[in-house]
């Protein structure tokens, strides 16, 4: 356990709304949320699975003298969970703001993926998104306040192929999320999505890595035309179409957890608010045959898609 910039203690911050905790903080989304929100005032605990990744996070925030506290979580182990929460307890008196964005994308064709890797896939992204929601409530419903961010994705409205144990998780994501803020609304609690497209970050390289276990098979595979050059771009760590930054992602975090009304769903970037409303309005055989094309998946024996 490491912290910052421990510029106040938790008896003179007990009163305040502004305590984030956020979780996957190593990379990505989720280091650039922690720090922009201490750079504007709110007191953060960023956690990740292994505290030393966090340690750029603290010399930023020390620079920046902001108040950001770290901690290591893996967000699948009850202890570690448990922890954390205690650890915010500790440092800031309460956890007001809680951030849901760990996770990563467990790709390959759903025949293919091993059922214990698409297991693995919801423990980290559905599961362990749920069980820190029940954390996090008891405290929130008893100040008649509180914010809950889950970082879901475009893809938890529409399925990408070589996607879909992603996606279904993420669809998972979004079913929970759905009820969870209409039922804690009456306690003050507001519930938000963000919806990233393609952001800028370790994802791409980590669903690369997820595919590596199915590889042996892949060779003989007959989803082999479409699932190498996927693999190859995700690998490439080329930029994807459409690809921001992810301070582009946190700044619209930021918005929304500012916004006294917020909205239930945030877009983020053109390519997402583009596959939101394709799948809203197309009907699903125009967006089948979109999504193929876009995909470069041939129908067998067709000259073209
Ligand atoms: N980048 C995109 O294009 C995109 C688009 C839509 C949605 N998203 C979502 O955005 C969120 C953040 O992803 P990112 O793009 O920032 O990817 P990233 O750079 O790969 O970061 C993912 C973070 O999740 C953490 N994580 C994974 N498993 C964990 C576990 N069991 N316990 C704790 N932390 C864990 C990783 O930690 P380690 O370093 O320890 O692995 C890392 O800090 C994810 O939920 C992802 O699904 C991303």
């Given at each position: ?16 709304s502004d305590r984030?905790?956020?979780t ?6 989720g ?5 922009l ?17 966090l ?23 009850d202890?570690?969970?448990r922890?954390?929460f205690?650890f ?12 849901n964005?760990?996770?990563?994308g ?14 693995a ?6 599961f ?13 419903r008893?100040r ?7 970082i ?18 993420k ?10 803020r ?10 938000i ?8 970050t ?5 669903a690369?890595?997820?595919?590596e ?5 892949l060779?003989d595979?007959p ?8 693999l ?5 760590g080329?930029?994807?179409a ?10 619209v ?24 409303w ?13 999504l193929?094309?876009?995909h470069h ?8 898609l």
């Amino acid at each position: 356990m490491a912290f910052s910039s421990e510029v106040r203690t938790a008896a003179n911050i007990a009163v305040v709304s502004d305590r984030v905790l956020i979780t996957g903080c190593s990379t990505g989304i989720g280091a650039a949320t922690a720090v922009l929100l201490a750079q504007r005032g709110k007191y953060v605990v960023a956690t990740a699975r292994h505290a030393e990744t966090l340690r750029p996070l603290e010399e930023e925030a020390r620079r920046l003298r902001a108040t950001l506290f770290t901690t290591s979580l893996d967000v699948t182990g009850d202890a570690s969970r448990r922890a954390a929460f205690h650890f915010a307890e500790e440092k800031l008196g309460g956890v007001d703001i809680l951030i849901n964005n760990a996770g990563y994308g467990q790709m390959g064709p759903v025949e293919e993926v091993p059922l214990e890797l698409a297991r693995a896939q919801f423990e980290t992204n559905f599961f362990s998104l749920l069980a820190m929601c029940q954390l996090a409530l008891p405290g929130m419903r008893a100040r008649g306040r509180g914010k809950i961010v889950n970082i879901s994705s475009i893809v938890g409205k529409i399925s990408l192929p070589m996607g879909g144990v992603y996606s279904a998780s993420k669809f998972a994501v979004e079913g929970l999320t759905d009820a969870l803020r209409i039922e804690v609304a009456p306690f003050g609690i507001q519930v938000i999505l963000i919806l990233p497209g393609p952001i800028r970050t370790q994802f791409p390289r980590t669903a690369a890595l997820s595919v590596e276990p199915m590889l042996p098979n892949l060779e003989d595979s007959p989803y082999r035309p479409w699932a190498e050059p996927m693999l190859a771009k995700w690998k490439s760590g080329k930029p994807r179409a459409g690809e921001q930054s992810a301070g582009i992602c946190a700044q619209v975090i930021a918005r929304a957890i500012d916004d006294p009304q917020p909205r239930a769903r945030y877009l983020v970037t053109p390519r997402a608010r583009f596959l939101y409303w394709a799948q809203k309005l197309l009907p699903d055989s125009t967006k089948d045959v979109l999504l193929r094309k876009l995909h470069h998946l041939r129908m067998k024996g067709a000259t073209n898609l």
